[in-house]
């Protein structure tokens, strides 16, 4: 059933993501203009150096540099609006050409890292959450603590240094061997930086979870279903998981920045052909097109997701849809 | 025929010096039919006691006994009304997993028809309709109500009510307390009813046990245990519950004037809540004077636009002579009546900064202000307050979470008295202590009047509270005051229906004037 209230509801959810976009598309073109370094770098790259002042000044001309800013910014949101995102001058290519490959390589890391952190975590939280206080959960808490000290890249050298250079077991980079490229070898690449991403973020989540599904068994209702002859692990399957939900997603969906973040570092130390190298790369070489276009990218995934995580822990709750509803709610 | 035979019950929480000695050799039996009320201080070993029957002791606790036999199954009833259901799931629901555990083999239309006849047996009015409902949409009582329809779900023969009225007003508590005693008789079910009242024994048990300590130092039947107590524990109980007399005070000066006093929240674009509608009443120096109504009736927003935490939006409120409602005026006089108007609320746990010793607690107030204190040290000051709450110098360097509820009180009453303040107003504060505290609490608001000569407030809606302690009452419902008077007059010769009652309803009914 569809009515007034929902209609609103979504109308404002879709305004707050069109704002938000509209603000980081700002936020982005701005900062790029900010440094120090001149944008026709972006267009001529080293040659700029050899180039006459006269020179300059007619490239200047042509590209529209000397115009506003503001004039400048319209220009670049038109040309994302019809898909041109300029060229990046370190590949000689269109920007959207040069990502959509390593795309695919850091969603399937950062994607199969959420998806096993949260699995994990799930796991994790509610076997301790049954053991609290007991040494199974005092040992796991206390590794827990020492995992998530650990730093990523000190953990990925640790793991090539013994996986790949003393028992040769997985690659040390790349996402895929020269020439090949079935998915087992996919696979076989993924797994040290997969483990990295997972066991740094892991813990944190496992602990929260943990310790939002103890808050819940606090509530009587344990209690009084522990009366009525539910056993624990019922209690806390039919309703303390349940409960926690909506907490859960919000958290989930704040986690996805954090998660992609720590999938850049990764990539760096493992050479992984994804974003987050190409990012890095894209700052050095000072090749904006590509910088502004990965920002935009990564900051409208986690926007996106953000309110996407937003909707699903606000409608999730039943109270909410039977208010919705329309039905009697003071008896 | 016996339901509970107990005989020298042990249970510890915890392990080595975290010990605790909850139950220390009880013994106790239970006749089935028969009503049974458990009563005793906080802290007495009651609850866990009746945990320990239904096998519900929390995760660390050990018990041993020479006898533990029940006979029958048991169901249980807690005492927070709003955290005993799940939030997320329906009443109906919720009732006929609770069926389905007793009868597994009932289809779901069979499960759903049982939900709402349960709901029909607490006393659900409309209950199809209402089974379609989340617990957020009930009262306290109302929950209350689904919470016995949980416990019906398992046919028990045995019911464990651990102080399933504390938590509620004095009529809803009546209800239910009917209900409960209704429904055992009907069923011959057996009821345990632990609770820190004895008044409420005085209203529906057969027998009564009373804990001490871990033990059950006596146990007769109602009117022997009430009427000629053996212990000297049950004596200081039961005069716990008394009400005795006290000589008017002579009020002197008005010292606060509020006239046609109004609050209104926003809830939504369209709806509004008139809290307190019109609200007018003098109170001179030396006044006790008592607010009591239900929850939801505006004493509590009556009481913090008193204080100028909520905007006066209509009417005015003049405190000794300064006209509080007026913006500039409040602004000059700041200092002043914050130091005068001092505040005391329900949850002394949340009161108290847990991180901060007592005698910063006291004295905090002092500091803020800037004042130098006559004793000589901030210390000195602490210690002379903790005394004239009744409190020795050792307790200056505790944290709150070292003191019972009734000392954080007195903490909170010593923090108030460093500012000597002319006003003091009193948020339920004695409704979550136990009888006994309840009494030393209020005698020592009634000894601070007589000294210090300071008015008070006091909000509550424990009706016996404010008998004992205030010399006028003001009686609110639905945000309008339907009645004032002295104290003895509302209570022996009340005038307005509602006011009637109320004091009907109060446990003990008024017997215990005689």
């Keep these: ?109 950062g994607g199969l890292g959420f998806v096993l952190i949260f699995a994990l975590a799930l796991a994790i939280g509610m076997f301790c959450a049954r053991k609290e206080g007991r040494p199974a959960d005092r040992i796991i808490c206390r590794m827990g603590t020492f995992s998530s000290c650990v730093p990523e890249f000190w953990l990925a050298l640790l793991l090539i240094f013994l996986f ?22 996919r696979l076989h690449h993924l797994v040290l930086p997969l483990i990295v991403v997972v066991v740094s973020h892991l813990w944190y989540y496992a602990y929260m979870i943990r310790n939002m599904l103890l808050e819940e068994t606090r509530a009587d209702y344990v209690i009084l279903y522990k009366s009525l002859g539910l056993t624990d692990r019922e209690i806390m399957r039919r309703h303390c998981l349940r409960n926690i939900m909506p907490e859960l997603i919000s958290v989930m969906a704040i986690s996805v920045s954090h998660i992609l973040g720590g999938t850049y570092i990764v990539e760096m130390v ?29 900051g409208g995934i986690v926007i996106l997701l953000n309110i996407a995580g937003q909707i699903i822990s606000e409608r999730i709750d039943p109270r909410v849809r039977a208010e919705e509803a329309g039905k009697e709610v003071r008896p | 025929m016996k339901a509970i035979t107990v005989r020298n019950l042990k249970v510890n929480i915890g392990t080595g010096g975290m010990l605790t000695e909850a139950v220390r050799g009880a013994d106790l039996t239970l006749e089935r039919g028969e009503i049974l009320v458990l009563a005793g201080e906080s802290g007495s070993g009651k609850t866990i006691f009746c945990k320990s029957i239904a096998g519900l002791l929390p995760r660390g606790a050990s018990a041993s006994a020479d006898e533990l036999t029940v006979c029958g199954r048991t169901a249980i009833v807690l005492q927070d009304p709003l955290t005993s259901l799940d939030p997320t799931l329906t009443i109906g629901r919720q009732l006929a997993e609770a ?17 709402v006849e349960l709901l029909a047996a607490v006393g659900i009015e409309r209950a199809e309709e209402r089974a379609a409902l989340y617990p957020d949409n009930f009262s306290g009582g109302m929950r209350q109500r689904v ?33 409960l005693t209704g429904i055992c008789r009907s069923r011959g079910m057996s009821l345990l009813f632990v609770t820190h009242d004895l008044s409420v024994a005085e209203t529906i048990a057969d027998r009564i046990a009373v804990m001490h300590e871990g033990k059950i130092i006596e146990c007769g039947t109602a009117s022997e245990v009430l009427t000629s107590p053996k212990e000297e524990y049950t004596r200081r109980l039961i005069s716990a519950t008394r009400i005795d007399k006290h000589e008017a005070f002579e009020p002197g000066d008005v010292i606060l004037d509020v006239r046609g ?36 009736s505006g004493k509590s927003t009556l009481l913090r636009c008193l204080l100028n935490l909520y905007e006066i939006q209509d009417g005015s409120v003049i405190y000794k002579g300064i006209h509080t409602e007026d913006k500039d005026e409040h602004r000059a006089n700041r200092r002043l009546l914050q130091a005068d108007r ?67 009180q007195r903490v909170a009453i010593a923090r108030a008295l460093t500012m000597d303040p002319g006003l003091l107003l009193c948020d339920e504060a004695v409704s979550s202590l136990d009888m006994q505290v309840q009494r030393q609490v209020i005698e020592l608001l009634r000894h601070m009047r007589d000294e210090h000569g300071c008015s008070i407030i006091f909000v509550t809606h424990d009706l016996r509270a404010a008998r004992m302690l205030c010399d006028r009452i003001a009686v609110m ?16 010769r009340p005038e307005s229906e509602y006011t009637k009652k109320l004091i009907s309803a109060m446990p003990g009914g008024s017997s215990n004037d005689q």
């Excluded at chain 1, 997985?170 to 061997?177: D, E, L, Q």
């Excluded at chain 2, 028990?156 to 239910?176: C, F, S």
């Excluded at chain 2, 419902?477 to 003895?488: M, N, P």
């Design chain 2, 342 to 408: 001092q505040i005391i609320l329900q949850d002394s746990a949340a009161a108290l900064n847990p991180r901060m010793m007592v005698q910063d607690i006291i004295t905090e107030p002092l500091k803020l202000q800037g004042r130098m204190t006559p004793r000589g040290s901030y210390r000195k000051e602490a210690i002379f307050q903790l005394s004239y709450v009744g409190m020795s110098s050792e307790y200056a360097e505790r944290y709150p979470k070292a003191l019972s509820g009734g000392q954080r």
């Design chain 2, 477 to 492: 419902k639905a945000g309008e005051i339907v009645e004032t008077g002295s104290s003895e007059d509302v209570f022996e």
């Design chain 2, 147 to 179: 919470v016995i329809a949980m416990a019906l779900a398992g046919e028990p023969d045995i019911l464990l009510a651990d102080e399933p009225t504390t938590a509620l007003d004095v009529t809803v508590q009546d209800e239910i307390l009917k209900l």
């Design chain 2, 99 to 115: 069926a389905s555990i007793h009868n597994p083999k009932l289809t779901a239309k069979e499960l759903e028809a049982r939900a």
């Design chain 1, 1 to 109: 059933m569809i009515n007034n209230k929902r209609i609103r509801y979504y109308a404002g959810k879709t305004a707050i993501l069109v704002l938000s976009i509209f603000a980081l598309s700002v936020m982005v073109f701005a900062i790029s203009r900010l440094t120090p370094m001149d944008p026709l770098y972006s267009y001529y790259g080293d040659r700029t150096e050899k180039m006459t002042v006269q020179e300059k000044e007619e490239a200047r001309e042509k590209l529209g540099l000397n115009d506003s800013i503001a004039v400048q910014y319209v220009r670049w949101i038109e040309g994302a609006l019809t898909g041109d995102l300029g060229i990046s001058y370190k590949y000689k290519r269109p920007v959207t050409e040069v990502t959509s490959g390593r795309l695919v390589n850091t969603l399937a890391l």
């Design chain 2, 261 to 296: 006093l109004s609050h209104t929240f926003r809830l939504s674009r369209r709806e509004r809540l008139t809290a307190v509608k019109n609200v007018s009443f003098e109170l001179r120096k030396g006044e006790i004077l008592g607010i009591v109504g239900e929850s939801g």
């Design chain 1, 164 to 185: 790949s250079v003393t028992w040769h077991i997985f690659p040390s980079s790349n996402a895929y061997s020269a020439g090949g490229g079935s998915l087992f070898d």
């Design chain 1, 270 to 298: 493992f050479s992984y052909p994804g974003i987050g190298t190409l990012c890095y790369e894209s700052a050095r070489y000072s090749d904006y097109n590509l910088l502004m276009y990965l920002c935009m990218l990564t």
